[in-house]
């Protein structure tokens, strides 16, 4: 009975708007954290750009969870909502953990292998950027959102491949005589490496929403 009073209830849109005003958020902070790794003078200015961006996200997630409490009738399980939320949260809070560890230990110069990463994330937030507006007509779209998260898939595991390769390159740079060079990069592959695994997080958050309304 109650699942066909909500069917006939109008859904709350703010959700879906604020979807996607994160994800565009998102996307922005892919591209600083892009710039960043094309490296030099511009490095802290454009690290503390990524933060800023990062607070904007922040922002947004509150709104979410405000209108989660504040709303009966929701497009689809408050759970979902929130992990969803959360999940695109947690790749732009993995850009600002990126970029401190760049300012942390003054890097300003970066391995190709990073800068191919960094292409790869700008790849995933536009992704999902692009799907978000599909998730207000799910049914409808099942095909193209289920394209879009697996093309995010294919692209972290290109991440990880470019992850193993940057290390082992680093290492075999660094091994006899710059220990510290090698730790830094590390750390560095490490967070890049994070992003698109929470794009990844992201890609299956939505076809998990997608398989409970088909």
Not at 132 to 151: D, S, Y
């Amino acid at each position: 009975m109650l699942r066909w009073l909500q069917a006939l209830m109008p859904k709350e849109e703010k959700f879906f708007d604020l979807f996607e005003r994160h994800a565009k958020i998102a996307l922005e902070g892919a591209q600083t954290l892009r710039a960043v790794l094309d490296g030099g003078h511009k490095v802290p200015a454009l690290c503390e750009a990524v933060i800023r961006i990062e607070n904007d996200a922040d922002e947004v997630s509150r709104e979410v969870l405000l209108a989660l409490r504040r709303s009966f009738i929701t497009p689809f399980d408050r759970g979902d909502i929130h992990g969803l939320i959360n999940d695109m949260d947690d790749a732009v809070d993995q850009m600002r953990q990126t970029v401190k560890a760049i300012d942390l230990f003054d890097v300003t110069e970066f391995d190709p292998n990073m800068v191919h990463i960094g292409d790869l994330i700008v790849e995933t937030a536009r992704i999902a950027l692009d799907t978000m507006p599909l998730l207000r007509a799910m049914n409808a779209n099942a095909q193209k959102i289920n394209l879009a998260n697996e093309h995010i898939v294919r692209l972290e595991e290109e991440s990880d491949v470019l992850y193993m390769k940057g290390l082992k390159e680093l290492y075999q740079a660094h091994k006899d005589d710059r220990p510290m060079a090698y730790i830094v990069g590390k750390e560095v592959y490490s967070h890049l490496e994070k992003v698109v695994d929470c794009f990844e997080n992201v890609a299956n958050r939505m076809s998990g929403i997608l398989l409970e309304h088909l």
